[in-house]
């Protein structure tokens, strides 16, 4: 075969494995209302969702929550379940405090008590948006589950958990957990999430034990899209999920979520409209066989172990103990040495050249990293404050590109001197030398480098004995390399945007060592090509739209009255040209919460003064105790009624303990992140009442900063919220909202 239909073959096989791999994560077509009365319905979900749930937000204690909790509780309720309803005041780890209210659904003489698979999806949303997917379609989805298991015969019981307050801290977890009465029994928990629209469902996160439970899952999983680099990439961001208070909590449990759309995410865009019928019906149908699956489940089995996983084209999983994953990669090794013994005997190869195959290896991922970076930085200087791109295929082939690009360049000066066995050597060495680094560090991640290390060690060796030609091996390798590179290469931008192109670059350089010794001799004119296209591909990607109104802008708006000293503010943290002009804010952030330091800054513009009643604060005089403490009462109201307060504060004295209406915030747990600057502490309470008891050790005052915040903004407003819907921008998370600050000391 030519060079040049080398070259054509390899990438040929490349790109249908990339198109088989999207085919394959394609959107099945919903059941419909007819479907059999034993299987998810996405058709009946979302009947269900329009039913129970309302196009608009309805946040922790607004009136809007309340009506969908009724609503929810009588569906449950006309399938015949008995429902629960658990009104506590529950706190997080973090110290965001609020009353709840769980329903908590079991069948008819399902009393608790043995092990039980709890199904959990929450039912409140952002103040922003209407949470239609996050979480309407959970809860919908759960309802839906709930109808086709009801008739079932199940060695464990299921229990069905319609939390609240998730949004507000993953409160109607925490007092789920913290109710023993209610939650002693719940043994494996699985949890309906969205962080987005539309998109394939995957399983992103386990229990940190999943040596027993993932054999459950390879024999059930319809569909998988799942893999342990998911579940280990997942537990080093700081995002939680319900689903981390029941790991804290020692429960074991699997999380579902599909990610795509992510600029609707948290956003009036997350709404009725927006639901993707395909996306609920492949989570439905995963999330129902794992309720079964595990329901039939010996959950005793539960024990320390991990594993390591990943699909196949979303067809099968493949796993082993990630205690294997060294002996592994240690005969992978074994196999590279014996390729190295004789492919020096046969004269195929030489130490020299192997040095300069591992060289080239390491070379490629530098080039990648360095190209990746330039890229991505470019690209952010044409789209700042760009989430997500409604256009990102130009960057993310541009990635793809430069990556290809690195590896095709390392190879082609290394095979100048070396042959294609010893390149090949040299890759295998260092594939396998650095799984074995990550199956120490990242056991989660390892698959990547260990699955195609192995392959190129066994061809490696086979060369030295057997005919196997230099094509079969490269084209063997590259759909080793492919299957476990391409899946994050595919969905990178949906799960991390701009973030994930250095890593894409980098995915792809890997690949590209697979098959790169043997078109070596057209990489001097597909290198630069590459690269050529990189650059046409990053000028396009300069020049399309970065926002679109499917992909906004996000930009929510805050008024903030001081009322100590009655200066107001417009503060905004990105604000658009359109906003800038209708008010005169300064060009640079400024520290607007001190208590979150570098993270606290917002641009700020002077604003209308409002007549707006500052909140109440009473300060208790500290009661000391017997071992040295001493303990400050405050007691809080919003005047205004406003559905939030917050008091953070500064002293020298040690803050040793709260309780927020007699609730002591759960420890926190290892993974817990503070987001708080040195010396600050901070307390929020979803309630417009609460009690604080701040316990103190050492001698000192404390300067704090109290404030309640209601939804929406003063009609003084008016010229900026034109001047954001001008530039295409909407409000996200907690929304536009009105703050006042009042300072106190004690």
């Given at each position: 075969?030519?060079?040049?239909?080398?070259?054509?073959?390899?990438?040929?096989?490349?790109?249908?494995?990339?198109?088989?791999e999207?085919?394959?994560?394609?959107?099945?077509?919903?059941?419909?209302?007819?479907?059999?009365?034993?299987?998810?319905?996405?058709?009946?979900?979302?009947?269900?969702?329009?039913?129970?749930?309302v196009?608009?937000?309805?946040?922790?204690?607004?009136?809007?929550?309340?009506?969908?909790?009724g609503?929810?509780?009588?569906?449950?309720?006309?399938?015949d379940?008995?429902?629960?309803?658990?009104?506590?005041?529950?706190?997080?780890?973090?110290?965001?405090?609020?009353?709840?209210?769980?329903?908590?659904?079991?069948?008819?003489?399902?009393?608790?008590?043995?092990?039980?698979v709890?199904?959990?999806?929450?039912?409140?949303?952002v103040?922003?948006g209407?949470?239609?997917?996050?979480?309407?379609?959970?809860?919908?989805?759960?309802?839906?589950?709930?109808r086709?298991?009801?008739?079932?015969?199940?060695?464990?019981?299921?229990?069905?958990?319609?939390?609240?307050?998730?949004?507000?801290?993953?409160?109607?977890?925490?007092g789920?957990?913290a109710?023993?009465?209610?939650?002693?029994?719940?043994?494996?928990?699985?949890?309906?999430?969205?962080?987005?629209?539309?998109?394939?469902?995957?399983?992103?996160?386990?229990?940190?034990?999943?040596?027993w439970?993932?054999?459950?899952?390879?024999?059930?999983?319809?569909?998988?899209?799942?893999?342990?680099?998911?579940?280990?990439?997942y537990?080093?961001?700081?995002?939680?999920?319900?689903?981390?208070?029941?790991?804290?909590?020692?429960?074991?449990?699997?999380?579902?979520?599909y990610?795509?759309?992510?600029?609707?995410?948290?956003?009036?865009?997350?709404?009725?409209?927006?639901?993707?019928?395909?996306?609920?019906?492949?989570?439905?149908?995963?999330?129902?066989?794992?309720?079964?699956?595990?329901?039939a489940?010996?959950?005793?089995?539960?024990?320390?172990?991990?594993?390591v996983?990943?699909?196949?084209?979303?067809?099968?999983?493949?796993?082993?103990?990630?205690?294997?994953?060294?002996?592994i990669?240690?005969?992978?090794?074994?196999?590279?040495?014996?390729?190295?013994?004789?492919?020096?005997?046969?004269?195929?190869?030489?130490?020299?050249?192997?040095?300069?195959?591992?060289?080239?290896?390491?070379?490629?991922?530098?080039g990648?990293?360095?190209?990746?970076?330039?890229?991505?930085?470019?690209?952010?200087?044409?789209?700042?404050?760009?989430?997500?791109?409604?256009?990102?295929?130009?960057?993310?082939?541009?990635?793809?590109?430069?990556?290809i690009?690195?590896?095709?360049?390392?190879?082609?000066?290394?095979?100048?001197?070396a042959?294609?066995?010893?390149?090949f050597?040299?890759?295998?060495?260092?594939?396998?030398?650095?799984?074995?680094?990550?199956?120490?560090?990242?056991?989660?991640?390892?698959?990547?480098?260990?699955?195609?290390?192995?392959?190129?060690a066994?061809?490696?060796?086979?060369?030295?004995?057997l005919?196997?030609?230099?094509?079969?091996?490269?084209?063997?390798?590259?759909?080793?390399?492919?299957?476990?590179?391409?899946?994050?290469?595919?969905i990178?931008?949906?799960?991390?945007?701009?973030?994930?192109?250095?890593?894409?670059a980098?995915?792809?350089?890997?690949?590209?060592?697979?098959?790169?010794?043997?078109v070596?001799?057209?990489?001097?004119?597909?290198?630069?090509g590459?690269?050529?296209?990189?650059?046409?591909?990053?000028?396009?990607?300069?020049?399309?739209?970065?926002?679109?109104?499917?992909?906004?802008?996000?930009?929510?708006?805050?008024?903030?009255?001081?009322?100590?000293?009655?200066?107001?503010?417009?503060?905004?943290?990105?604000?658009?040209?359109?906003?800038?002009a209708?008010?005169?804010?300064?060009?640079?952030?400024?520290?607007?919460?001190?208590?979150?330091?570098?993270?606290?800054?917002?641009?700020?513009?002077?604003?209308?003064?409002?007549?707006?009643?500052?909140?109440?604060?009473?300060?208790?005089?500290?009661v000391?105790a017997?071992?040295?403490?001493?303990?400050?009462t405050?007691?809080?109201?919003?005047?205004?009624?406003?559905?939030?307060?917050?008091?953070?504060?500064?002293s020298?004295?040690?803050?040793?303990?709260?309780?927020?209406?007699?609730?002591?915030?759960?420890?926190?747990?290892?993974?817990?992140?503070?987001?708080?600057?040195?010396?600050?502490?901070?307390?929020?309470?979803?309630?417009?009442?609460?009690?604080?008891e701040?316990?103190?050790?050492?001698?000192?005052?404390?300067?704090?900063?109290?404030?309640?915040?209601?939804?929406?903004?003063p009609?003084?407003?008016?010229?900026?919220?034109?001047?954001?819907?001008?530039?295409?921008?909407?409000?996200?998370?907690?929304?536009?909202?009105?703050?006042?600050?009042?300072?106190?000391?004690?």
């Amino acid at each position: 075969m030519t060079p040049r239909g080398k070259a054509v073959l390899v990438f040929a096989v490349l790109a249908a494995l990339a198109g088989l791999e999207t085919c394959r994560r394609s959107s099945p077509e919903p059941a419909l209302e007819g479907a059999p009365a034993d299987q998810f319905s996405a058709t009946r979900a979302i009947a269900t969702l329009h039913a129970v749930s309302v196009d608009a937000p309805h946040p922790l204690g607004t009136p809007a929550h309340d009506t969908i909790k009724g609503r929810i509780a009588q569906a449950l309720r006309a399938l015949d379940y008995t429902v629960d309803v658990q009104h506590t005041f529950a706190c997080n780890a973090a110290a965001t405090c609020g009353d709840v209210d769980n329903l908590i659904a079991r069948r008819p003489g399902q009393a608790p008590g043995g092990k039980a698979v709890v199904v959990a999806a929450h039912y409140d949303s952002v103040p922003a948006g209407p949470g239609a997917s996050d979480d309407g379609t959970g809860v919908a989805s759960v309802l839906e589950i709930a109808r086709a298991i009801r008739h079932d015969t199940l060695a464990h019981p299921v229990v069905f958990l319609i939390d609240d307050g998730e949004e507000a801290g993953l409160l109607g977890a925490e007092g789920f957990v913290a109710d023993a009465a209610r939650s002693g029994d719940a043994a494996f928990i699985i949890n309906l999430e969205a962080r987005g629209t539309t998109g394939m469902p995957s399983l992103f996160e386990t229990s940190r034990e999943q040596r027993w439970l993932v054999p459950v899952v390879a024999r059930a999983l319809p569909h998988p899209v799942t893999t342990s680099l998911f579940a280990t990439i997942y537990d080093q961001l700081p995002n939680d999920t319900d689903l981390t208070v029941f790991k804290r909590a020692g429960r074991a449990g699997i999380n579902f979520a599909y990610i795509g759309g992510g600029t609707q995410y948290h956003t009036p865009l997350d709404s009725f409209a927006n639901v993707d019928p395909g996306s609920v019906q492949w989570r439905g149908d995963q999330a129902l066989a794992m309720v079964r699956a595990f329901a039939a489940a010996d959950l005793d089995e539960a024990a320390p172990g991990g594993a390591v996983w990943f699909d196949v084209l979303a067809a099968f999983l493949v796993w082993w103990p990630a205690g294997w994953t060294v002996l592994i990669t240690a005969l992978a090794l074994a196999l590279v040495g014996v390729a190295l013994v004789g492919g020096v005997r046969r004269g195929r190869l030489t130490l020299a050249g192997v040095a300069l195959g591992l060289a080239s290896f390491v070379g490629a991922v530098l080039g990648a990293v360095v190209l990746g970076v330039v890229l991505t930085r470019l690209l952010g200087l044409a789209s700042p404050g760009a989430l997500f791109e409604p256009h990102p295929a130009p960057r993310v082939a541009a990635a793809w590109l430069v990556g290809i690009a690195a590896a095709l360049g390392a190879a082609a000066l290394a095979r100048r001197r070396a042959s294609f066995d010893a390149v090949f050597v040299g890759h295998a060495v260092a594939w396998n030398g650095l799984g074995l680094a990550l199956a120490v560090i990242l056991p989660g991640a390892s698959y990547l480098l260990v699955v195609p290390g192995l392959v190129m060690a066994v061809l490696a060796a086979a060369r030295t004995v057997l005919p196997v030609g230099e094509t079969a091996a490269a084209l063997a390798s590259l759909v080793a390399a492919a299957i476990v590179c391409l899946q994050f290469a595919l969905i990178g931008h949906d799960a991390l945007g701009d973030a994930s192109l250095t890593a894409s670059a980098v995915l792809l350089a890997l690949i590209t060592t697979a098959f790169a010794p043997l078109v070596w001799d057209t990489a001097p004119r597909l290198a630069p090509g590459c690269l050529a296209l990189a650059v046409v591909l990053g000028v396009v990607a300069m020049l399309v739209p970065h926002h679109s109104a499917t992909h906004p802008r996000h930009q929510p708006l805050a008024y903030v009255v001081d009322s100590d000293t009655g200066a107001a503010r417009w503060q905004v943290d990105a604000p658009s040209a359109e906003v800038r002009a209708a008010a005169q804010f300064e060009p640079a952030a400024h520290s607007v919460a001190p208590w979150f330091g570098a993270r606290g800054t917002s641009h700020v513009a002077p604003a209308p003064a409002e007549p707006i009643t500052p909140p109440q604060v009473t300060v208790t005089p500290a009661v000391p105790a017997a071992d040295g403490t001493r303990v400050v009462t405050l007691d809080l109201a919003s005047a205004r009624h406003a559905p939030r307060l917050t008091i953070a504060w500064h002293s020298d004295a040690e803050t040793t303990a709260l309780r927020i209406n007699g609730t002591a915030p759960p420890p926190r747990p290892a993974r817990f992140r503070a987001f708080l600057a040195p010396g600050w502490n901070r307390i929020a309470i979803r309630g417009s009442t609460a009690r604080v008891e701040i316990t103190l050790r050492g001698a000192g005052t404390a300067e704090a900063i109290v404030t309640d915040t209601s939804f929406g903004l003063p009609a003084s407003a008016a010229a900026l919220i034109r001047a954001r819907d001008a530039s295409g921008a909407v409000p996200v998370h907690d929304g536009d909202v009105t703050i006042v600050e009042r300072h106190v000391r004690w």
